[in-house]
């Protein structure tokens, strides 16, 4: 009896810690983990895209996002990013990083792709790190190429 006590709670910690610590889709394994970004005044909520999955979906079929929400998608390295906005519903901002933050490249109001061919974007420099807000917002924030962000990375 006690043996069998002693199995369910070794079997309720280990499912507590793979709740707790990962996505195990695509089988990729993260540490669930958010961010801020901080401009001025302004908090900006990011969920992350670190696993293929996530960054695949990024924000496709989100009809609604308030301006202290985005996403960030973030890399192991610095390369030239290319993305596109199959299934999205909203114009967004990309805020395109290298490894130390700074901006580096920001397509402004990238549309939703409504046909069956979309446009595709690719980055002015290689990036670590890309950042989706909504559209407009970016230039409301008056971020700039060689600004460097404020996120909790």
Not at 4 to 33: H, K, M, T, W
Not at 137 to 147: G, R
């Amino acid at each position: 009896m006690r043996r069998n006590i002693f199995n369910l709670i070794v079997i309720f910690v280990v499912l507590f810690f793979v709740f707790l610590i990962g996505d195990y889709s695509n089988g990729e394994v993260r540490v669930v983990r958010d961010y801020e970004l901080r401009v001025d005044d302004n908090i900006i909520y990011l969920k992350s895209a670190i696993t293929d999955s996530e960054k695949l979906r990024g924000l496709m079929y989100v009809d609604d996002l308030s301006d202290d929400e985005g996403m960030i998608f973030v890399y192991d390295d610095e390369d030239y990013r290319i993305f596109w906005m199959k299934n999205t519903l909203i114009p967004l901002d990309l805020i395109f990083l290298d490894s130390d933050l700074g901006v580096v490249d920001v397509r402004e109001n990238f549309m939703p792709c409504v046909g069956g061919v979309c446009e595709r974007y690719r980055s002015l420099r290689k990036a670590r790190y890309v950042v989706e807000v909504n559209g407009g917002l970016s230039k409301d924030l008056e971020i700039e190429i060689e600004d460097v962000l404020d996120i909790n990375i």
